[in-house]
């Protein structure tokens, strides 16, 4: 004997399937949130590239006062820029150490458009590099690069900006196809772990658009939480990549990464900060 089925208790059952349903996918996304350490996103090339990075080389004697000089005028100059919406951001970084290999500072600037660049070559007119005569009789401006900001990702928790040390890595690489293939299945996943384990506050990987040059194709800006926190990335780094030796994609990059690039000299950096402005007396 067959049971008639109610209509309405037929819609009522197949209305929690659908809620049912679509608790499951809320409950799911959660757990992936929660489950994720990193805002995260990869550039594309499109259009002309909107970040240039330059890096200067002065004496030992004129250190202290271009790092002045850099906080005070030319700090002025980009905060100028920033707030006229031509430039969306700028890192004033410098090296807290006197090295040979390396540079003792690098701007890096990121325009709101590839068209706003035009006013860094208007700027550059009259004053190379962006230094004005008397930042050029402090330092010597060594290489401009346009290049494009790959990838970028940031911890949800960064910590405080004034603690960040900064891990500058340029490299050489044999195809450009291949690298970005091996930044995404060898790099990035070492980055989620980095910033998983607590260490790594952001990174920024930026690509030299214009074909192979001196020294670097691809540069990696790594901020580190702090100094004690940088002074565990050598334990991190085993630890991390431990975890992912399982992985057959990543343990087969790690196997050939010497023949896909090659890494130069390592730079330590810190942020400057702009001076703040001192107080007129009346």
Not at 87 to 104: A, E, I, R
Not at 176 to 183: A, E, I, P, T
Not at 217 to 222: G, Q, S, T
Request: net charge neutral; with cysteine.
């Amino acid at each position: 004997m067959r049971t008639k089925c109610n209509p309405h208790s037929l819609l009522q059952y197949r209305s929690l399937q659908h809620l049912l349903g679509q608790a499951a996918v809320w409950f799911f996304l959660l757990i992936l949130i929660a489950a994720t350490p990193t805002l995260q996103a990869s550039a594309q090339e499109t259009g002309g590239p909107r970040q240039i990075l330059i890096s200067f080389r002065c004496t030992a004697a004129d250190r202290p006062a271009f790092r002045a000089y850099l906080q005070g005028e030319e700090s002025q100059m980009l905060e100028k820029l920033k707030a006229e919406g031509v430039l969306k951001s700028y890192h004033l970084l410098f090296n807290p150490f006197v090295t040979t290999g390396t540079w003792d500072a690098m701007t890096v600037l990121d325009f709101s458009t590839y068209a706003a660049t035009q006013r860094w070559k208007d700027i550059e007119k009259k004053y190379p590099a962006g230094l004005t005569g008397a930042g050029l009789k402090l330092a010597k401006p060594i290489q401009t690069y346009s290049a494009d900001l790959a990838w970028e990702g940031a911890a949800l928790d960064p910590g405080p900006d004034d603690k960040h040390v900064f891990y500058i890595i340029p490299y050489s690489y044999n195809s450009l196809d291949q690298y970005k293939s091996y930044v995404d299945g060898y790099v990035i996943p070492q980055l989620r772990g980095w910033m998983k384990e607590g260490v790594l506050s952001r990174y920024s990987l930026y690509l030299n658009r214009y074909g192979t040059g001196d020294p670097w194709d691809a540069l990696f800006i790594y901020e580190y939480r702090d100094l004690e926190n940088f002074g565990r990335r050598e334990e991190t780094v085993a630890k991390v990549r431990a975890n992912l030796r399982d992985d057959p994609t990543w343990k087969h990059l790690s196997d050939i990464k010497a023949s896909i690039r090659t890494e130069t000299e390592n730079t330590i950096a810190e942020e400057l900060e702009p001076s703040p402005k001192k107080s007129v007396k009346k």
